[in-house]
Nanobody
Framework: QVQLAESGGGLVQAGGSLRLSCAASGRPFSGYSMGWFRQAPGKEREFVAAINWSRGTTYYTEFVKGRFTISRDNTKNTVYLQMNSLKPEDTANYYC????????????????WGQGTQVTVST
């Protein structure tokens, strides 16, 4: 059973930084990809970034390019999302997710999800 646990969320001022972590357990993740998504109140869950676990290749949605960086530590089975230059519109609950195969941007392609961690960016 795959389990994902996010941490690192919090309250930060605009322009600040946060690093989210997602600890994964339950199986080897070679051949899988891990993604970060976010959901703001009243909005649909949207793709933020993803990383291929084996190759380390990454993909970002346009509105976080140059500000967010996704990475993974294979020894700790943990994926990170470094978020810099945060904006109030980045406020959301952030979720990590796992899918078998290469990077995907569609919510429905991911089989396993964490509980989320709240990020709030104040003006």
């Amino acid at each position: 059973q795959v389990q994902l646990a996010e941490s690192g969320g919090g309250l930060v001022q605009a322009g600040g930084s946060l690093r989210l972590s997602c600890a994964a357990s339950g199986r080897p993740f070679s051949g899988y990809s891990m993604g970060w998504f976010r959901q703001a109140p009243g909005k649909e869950r949207e793709f933020v970034a993803a990383i291929n676990w084996s190759r380390g290749t990454t993909y970002y949605t346009e509105f976080v390019k140059g500000r967010f960086t996704i990475s993974r530590d294979n020894t700790k089975n943990t994926v990170y999302l470094q978020m810099n230059s945060l904006k109030p519109e980045d406020t959301a609950n952030y979720y990590c997710a796992v899918r078998r195969g290469d990077i995907g941007t569609n919510v429905g392609w991911y089989a396993y999800w964490g509980q989320g961690t709240q990020v709030t960016v104040s003006t």
